[in-house]
């Protein structure tokens, strides 16, 4: 993480990504949009989201390391950009749970891009995880399960 700005880091030298799977029966009914079950799907796993971010900061805490938790995407998002100083995408591609598609989605290999994310930030010295440098959609324009057609340029890691 330490080619990431200090400031949008907090500091902080070690990110943990926590992700957690959306249920794929809600996620392979939308269609053209959030559905009424999608909502309360990603209420839930927010819900969870900050139920384990909290647990991992207060595990770090009680053994003498300072955390900083990135608060579950739900809330602190620019209105004009729709994005975040630090997006939880950022860590988990550094932490290796996957990569950026051509969608701007965190792409995992066991489970696709049906996860959310949370992150916390802290001073512990834990296993660095090698982390992805590229996007493996290459090419790809095929729709994938029931997502349309990917038509965006591959991600560029120059960016955060």
């Avoid at 900061?57 to 300072?66: E, H, I, N, P, V």
């Avoid at 100083?85 to 950026?100: D, N, R, V």
Wanted: hydrophobic share 40%; proline share 5%; with cysteine.
């Amino acid at each position: 993480m330490r080619e990431l700005p200090k400031e949008i880091r907090q500091g902080f030298d070690t990110g943990i990504s926590i992700a957690v799977k959306l249920d794929y029966r809600v996620v392979s009914m939308i269609a053209s949009g959030p559905t009424m079950e999608y909502h309360a799907e990603f209420i839930r796993v927010n819900n969870l989201l900050k139920i384990l971010g909290q647990y991992a900061s207060d595990f770090l805490q009680d053994r003498g390391y300072a955390t900083f938790k990135l608060a579950v995407t739900d809330i602190g998002i620019d209105p004009e950009t729709l994005s975040t100083p630090l997006p939880h995408k950022t860590i988990a591609t550094k932490s290796g749970l996957g990569w950026i598609d051509k969608n701007a989605l965190l792409v995992t290999r066991p489970l696709g891009s049906a996860v959310r994310l949370t992150t916390v930030l802290t001073n512990a010295d834990l296993p660095k995880s090698v982390s992805f440098q590229r996007s493996f959609c290459g090419n790809c324009t095929e729709k994938q399960g029931s997502w349309e057609v990917l038509n965006g340029a591959p991600f560029s890691f120059g960016t955060y």
